[in-house]
């Protein structure tokens, strides 16, 4: 037997490249207010509720007016990039084409950032003012404390029995929760039994996506929900209408030719955003002990 035929053997290389796994995109940019934006700076204007009419007392009185309440939020928009080189000879050398493949991972890193940018928004001060400059803090009643425990049953109860004490709306209410406040969840009895729950997390090993308490529930990467030094994670809450998403520009992808890199093919995605709190009764934090 030839003792050189080893340097015939076939060497198999794969042809495909695994992106690793990541959160798949925004899960929230769809459940808020969105608008878009053709200037630096956006404004949304808010009308407080009016007053309870007045009595008419006697026939042919002065009309008595009602003076209406108006306030502005204001964002500024944020610029944001991501951008790589393919040289000419790594597209010649690859077994695989890189182009696509950072184009998608790009894309998917934007839709992450969509949610880091909701997240800080629910609890940053907000701008208010004619033309901005006025903070306006997360009150500090807006946050259910952990009381060294998950997520619980009690807890969401109480978020509901929040929002249906100010009015907000039924429709458009959410949960934003981690891995583990999902988990913590689905060790109660009134999520998991059919006898309480008619969505069968039980069966499916979730409730994400589903209606349950009047809230939409979707978890998303632990990575953006902050949790603090005592491992208390932060969960949300919300009315969609009582939040936006400002859009000046939405997600570009651009592929072209770098005569100043010797030609090399500059993948490139931009995009222009930013969000705000527009009304404090419709956003609470959970706080939820992870361990």
């Known amino acids: 037997m030839s003792q050189t035929i080893t340097e015939a053997f076939i060497q198999q290389f794969n042809r495909n490249v695994y992106i690793l796994s990541q959160q798949m995109g925004s899960k ?24 309870r009419p007045q009595v008419k007392v006697t026939r042919h009185q002065d009309t008595p007016l009602t003076e209406q309440i108006h306030s502005r939020r ?4 944020v610029d944001f990039v991501l951008a790589d080189l393919v040289d000419r000879e790594d597209q010649i050398r690859l077994l695989i084409n890189p182009d696509s493949l ?30 901005g400059g006025t903070p306006v803090s997360f009150p500090a009643g807006n946050t259910i404390a952990s009381g060294g425990t998950g997520l619980t049953v009690s807890k969401v109860r109480q978020v509901k029995r929040i929002f249906d004490s100010k009015d907000v709306r039924d429709d458009g209410r959410v949960f934003v929760v981690s891995a583990q406040a999902m988990e913590d969840m689905l060790e109660q009895t009134e999520i998991t039994s059919s ?71 500059q993948i490139m995605c931009t995009a222009s955003f930013s969000a705000v709190r527009i009304d404090e009764d419709t956003v609470l934090r959970i706080l939820v002990r992870e361990v």
């Not at 950072?102 to 928004?121: C, H, K, L, P, W």
């Open 28 to 51: 929230l940019r769809g459940t808020i207010r969105s608008e878009s934006v053709h200037a630096k700076k956006a404004f949304f204007d808010r009308l407080a509720p009016a007053n």
């Open 195 to 265: 006898d309480y729950n008619t969505v069968k997390a039980l069966v499916q090993g979730t409730i994400e996506g589903d209606m349950w308490m009047g809230f939409k529930w979707i978890r998303v990467s632990d990575d953006i929900l902050p949790i603090d030094a005592s491992l208390d994670r932060s969960c949300f809450a919300y009315q969609r209408d009582g939040m936006a998403f400002a859009i000046g520009q939405d997600l570009r992808t651009e592929m072209d030719r770098r005569p100043d890199k010797m030609n090399s093919l």
């Open 74 to 77: 204001s964002v500024d928009l």
């Open 102 to 131: 950072y184009a998608q991972n790009f894309m998917r890193s934007f839709g992450r950032e969509y949610d880091f940018t909701i997240v800080n928004a629910f609890v940053a001060d907000a701008d208010s003012g004619q033309f």
